[in-house]
């Protein structure tokens, strides 16, 4: 047992066992977590709130509803909390009173210039202690650790020598910048969770209710089901369809990955890479247009650009993704002769369209929502009407009152790991900005880069999988932006290329191992190692490690740029990247030997640079590669 406690990373980064509250706890659980989400919507929509004060009140309600829905150990009681349990929550509700009474206040008062009263500092304190906690339960030690590590800087980092010294804080001053302004705990991280993130979540889970899942998996089914590897396909592909709304890696993998790893074991597919499959298509949403992440949210906020923008711009190299886990998937299932689905389990299209086609109104309201310039928060409630008015076509996908208190009691459930994690980011970003950190790092990175361009780059991907390794993408991202973003500022680097190129990183984190947390979420399914699922689900993901460096390089994949520009980039790309595919997977037609394969992957990645005349030298090289494999065969058999 030991052994394992020391080895398994997974108990390094372990969180609190979830509860489903029952009996009495239910009753008073659930209607709070009603009351919490009903406060947003109205906050959103109605309400004119001020910033500070609404993201303290959603925070202090979310943290008291975790310290009751998440154990202190992956060992706690599933069923009741503990008596510290309820004595986190009720200071955590304690909190929401006083910010809530108080907030006008602190929403007026002038940081650093009027002192904190002895109350204020210690419900401060109180603030940080819980905010730590609830993050240790519900994302794990790794960003924990990485708080605490930032939170030492701050206060004994004016004991460093050289470039990382920075000025004496006092706790004092700690206090009131980490929780009563809006740099710290209260700050943009926390404040997306309370707006575009809680909205779109929102937006997935009636969808959720509406039996929307369902229609997309059989309409991919549909499609997708009888050809070879059928049900890789359908998970590739129903997996990018639920994911583009969800926004959830985890959520789309438990939800989808449900029915197509067991169906991809009955089929011949080992369990490792069923769960691989399944964790890299469900990944993909989160950076595929139009719902995409939380992640993608902070981004809007951070930089300034309409979220509008960065999803149109986030569409193609998605394309690319999807493209590349396809074509793996095609090439095993006909190198290994894998079936498709017994063709009484496929839906008939026609039958899948009558039955859902009316799904499809949603995204089309988003969508023309994102067009017409509304904020992110206002398009995902558009979204959230319009599913439930498509539900209301069809008996079995009414949504009623009870449905919908479900729904908001749900999406208020899963904002918990979200909230925890944006408000924990928050500390980190205050105490870069109050130590200065974010420059020192850039020249720390300048000085071994010598400000190359692309090693800048690699650094950055780096450093984003590293910090991806112990917290969720959306913290990772927003540190990532903090550390990373002047930097590539000052290089040059188009500011929309830059951050999206950080938020792939941060997305592809939840398949990088040790820590891929959609890969242990597969791994529950599939009932396989975690590491190895993840391991696969890095190589079906590999456009996403590649691609960003060529929208990076050449903004036409953008859209930036004369459109035939654009046009001829995206092929050329999807081309190499079909190619490339093939040569993992050794496909017999096009590189079965390994020269083949080294020759035609060379070309391929030739092709995938934004240089045209690389990309005609590449595309010779991969057509010779082919065709001499062709000539090779032969002779060989």
Same mark, same amino acid.
């Given at each position: 047992?030991?052994?394992?406690?020391?080895?398994?990373?997974?108990?390094?980064?372990?969180?609190?066992?979830?509860?489903?509250?029952?009996?009495?706890?239910?009753?008073?659980?659930?209607?709070?977590?009603?009351?919490?989400?009903?406060?947003?919507?109205?906050?959103?929509?109605?309400?004119?709130?001020?910033?500070?004060?609404?993201?303290?009140?959603?925070?202090?309600?979310?943290?008291?509803?975790?310290?009751?829905?998440?154990?202190?150990?992956?060992?706690?009681?599933?069923?009741?909390?503990?008596?510290?349990?309820?004595?986190?929550?009720?200071?955590?509700?304690?909190?929401?009173?006083?910010?809530?009474?108080?907030?006008?206040?602190?929403?007026?008062?002038?940081?650093?210039?009027?002192?904190?009263?002895?109350?204020?500092?210690?419900?401060?304190?109180?603030?940080?202690?819980?905010?730590?906690?609830?993050?240790?339960?519900?994302?794990?030690?790794?960003?924990?650790?990485?708080?605490?590590?930032?939170?030492?800087?701050?206060?004994?980092?004016?004991?460093?020598?050289?470039?990382?010294?920075?000025?004496?804080?006092?706790?004092?001053?700690?206090?009131?910048?980490?929780?009563?302004?809006?740099?710290?705990?209260?700050?943009?991280?926390?404040?997306?969770?309370?707006?575009?993130?809680?909205?779109?979540?929102?937006?997935?889970?009636?969808?959720?209710?509406?039996?929307?899942?369902?229609?997309?998996?059989?309409?991919?089914?549909?499609?997708?089901?009888?050809?070879?590897?059928?049900?890789?396909?359908?998970?590739?592909?129903?997996?990018?369809?639920?994911?583009?709304?969800?926004?959830?890696?985890?959520?789309?993998?438990?939800?989808?990955?449900?029915?197509?790893?067991?169906?991809?074991?009955?089929?011949?597919?080992?369990?490792?890479?069923?769960?691989?499959?399944?964790?890299?298509?469900?990944?993909?949403?989160?950076?595929?247009?139009?719902?995409?992440?939380?992640?993608?949210?902070?981004?809007?906020?951070?930089?300034?650009?309409?979220?509008?923008?960065?999803?149109?711009?986030?569409?193609?190299?998605?394309?690319?993704?999807?493209?590349?886990?396809?074509?793996?998937?095609?090439?095993?299932?006909?190198?290994?002769?894998?079936?498709?689905?017994?063709?009484?389990?496929?839906?008939?299209?026609?039958?899948?369209?009558?039955?859902?086609?009316?799904?499809?109104?949603?995204?089309?309201?988003?969508?023309?929502?994102?067009?017409?310039?509304?904020?992110?928060?206002?398009?995902?409630?558009?979204?959230?009407?319009?599913?439930?008015?498509?539900?209301?076509?069809?008996?079995?996908?009414?949504?009623?009152?009870?449905?919908?208190?479900?729904?908001?009691?749900?999406?208020?459930?899963?904002? &918990?790991? =979200? $909230?925890?994690?944006? /408000? +924990?980011?928050?500390?980190?970003?205050?105490? %870069? #900005?109050?130590?200065?950190? !974010?420059?020192?790092?850039?020249?720390?990175?300048?000085?071994?880069?010598?400000?190359?361009?692309?090693?800048?780059?690699?650094?950055?991907?780096?450093?984003?999988?590293?910090?991806?390794?112990?917290?969720?993408?959306?913290?990772?991202?927003?540190?990532?932006?903090?550390?990373?973003?002047?930097?590539?500022?000052?290089?040059?680097?188009?500011?929309?290329?830059?951050?999206?190129?950080?938020?792939?990183?941060?997305?592809?984190?939840?398949?990088?191992?040790? &820590?891929? =947390? $959609?890969?242990?979420? /597969? +791994?529950?399914?599939?009932?396989?190692?975690? %590491? #190895?699922?993840?391991?696969? !689900?890095?190589?079906?993901?590999?456009?996403?490690?590649?691609?960003?460096?060529?929208?990076?390089?050449?903004?036409?994949?953008?859209?930036?740029?004369?459109?035939?520009?654009?046009?001829?980039?995206?092929?050329?790309?999807?081309?190499?990247?079909?190619?490339?595919?093939?040569?993992?997977?050794?496909?017999?037609?096009?590189?079965?030997?390994?020269?083949?394969?080294?020759?035609?992957?060379?070309?391929?990645?030739?092709?995938?640079?934004?240089?045209?005349?690389?990309?005609?030298?590449?595309?010779?090289?991969?057509?010779?590669?082919?065709?001499?494999?062709?000539?090779?065969?032969?002779? !060989?058999?």
């Amino acid at each position: 047992m030991a052994r394992n406690v020391f080895l398994d990373p997974a108990t390094w980064f372990s969180v609190g066992v979830r509860r489903k509250p029952t009996g009495w706890l239910k009753f008073v659980v659930t209607p709070l977590a009603v009351a919490l989400a009903v406060y947003v919507i109205v906050a959103a929509t109605v309400l004119i709130v001020a910033p500070w004060e609404l993201t303290a009140i959603f925070l202090c309600g979310i943290v008291g509803l975790a310290f009751l829905g998440v154990g202190a150990t992956p060992n706690s009681d599933p069923e009741s909390p503990s008596v510290l349990d309820y004595a986190f929550a009720l200071a955590s509700f304690a909190m929401l009173v006083y910010f809530a009474v108080n907030s006008q206040g602190f929403v007026d008062r002038i940081a650093l210039l009027n002192p904190l009263s002895t109350v204020e500092f210690v419900f401060g304190i109180l603030m940080v202690l819980l905010t730590l906690e609830i993050t240790r339960r519900t994302t794990g030690l790794g960003l924990t650790v990485v708080v605490l590590i930032f939170v030492a800087y701050n206060f004994f980092g004016h004991l460093l020598g050289g470039v990382l010294q920075h000025g004496y804080i006092d706790a004092n001053h700690f206090i009131d910048i980490m929780v009563y302004t809006t740099d710290g705990i209260m700050g943009l991280p926390a404040r997306v969770a309370a707006t575009y993130a809680f909205m779109f979540v929102m937006f997935g889970v009636v969808l959720y209710y509406a039996k929307g899942a369902d229609f997309f998996f059989d309409l991919a089914a549909s499609i997708s089901g009888g050809r070879a590897g059928g049900p890789a396909k359908v998970a590739v592909v129903s997996s990018g369809m639920y994911g583009m709304i969800s926004g959830s890696p985890t959520a789309d993998v438990v939800t989808t990955g449900s029915v197509t790893i067991p169906a991809m074991k009955r089929l011949g597919y080992s369990p490792a890479v069923a769960g691989a499959v399944e964790t890299a298509a469900s990944t993909g949403g989160s950076i595929m247009p139009p719902v995409m992440g939380s992640a993608a949210f902070l981004m809007a906020e951070y930089t300034g650009i309409s979220y509008r923008d960065i999803a149109i711009a986030a569409l193609l190299p998605a394309l690319l993704y999807y493209i590349c886990i396809y074509a793996q998937v095609h090439f095993r299932a006909v190198r290994l002769k894998l079936p498709g689905l017994d063709p009484a389990q496929i839906p008939k299209f026609t039958a899948a369209m009558k039955q859902g086609a009316t799904f499809f109104v949603p995204l089309v309201v988003l969508t023309v929502a994102l067009v017409y310039g509304y904020t992110a928060t206002m398009v995902a409630i558009f979204g959230a009407i319009a599913v439930v008015i498509v539900s209301w076509f069809r008996r079995d996908t009414r949504l009623g009152p009870v449905e919908l208190w479900r729904a908001l009691a749900e999406t208020t459930f899963r904002m &918990v790991p =979200v $909230a925890g994690a944006t /408000a +924990a980011a928050g500390l980190v970003i205050a105490g %870069i #900005t109050m130590t200065g950190l !974010a420059s020192k790092f850039a020249h720390v990175v300048y000085a071994i880069t010598s400000a190359n361009h692309f090693f800048t780059l690699v650094v950055g991907g780096m450093l984003t999988l590293i910090l991806g390794c112990g917290m969720p993408t959306p913290s990772a991202y927003i540190l990532a932006a903090v550390l990373m973003g002047p930097l590539m500022n000052q290089l040059g680097v188009d500011v929309l290329a830059g951050q999206l190129f950080l938020l792939y990183f941060a997305v592809m984190s939840a398949v990088t191992p040790p &820590v891929a =947390v $959609a890969a242990y979420a /597969a +791994a529950s399914i599939a009932e396989d190692n975690p %590491i #190895t699922i993840a391991a696969h !689900a890095v190589k079906l993901s590999l456009a996403a490690f590649v691609v960003p460096f060529v929208f990076v390089f050449g903004p036409e994949l953008l859209w930036k740029g004369p459109l035939w520009k654009t046009a001829v980039t995206f092929g050329s790309a999807a081309i190499a990247l079909i190619v490339i595919a093939a040569a993992i997977e050794r496909h017999s037609a096009w590189c079965h030997s390994w020269w083949a394969r080294l020759v035609v992957t060379a070309g391929a990645l030739c092709m995938i640079t934004p240089d045209m005349r690389l990309t005609a030298v590449g595309a010779v090289v991969v057509a010779a590669g082919i065709g001499a494999n062709r000539l090779w065969r032969p002779a !060989a058999a």
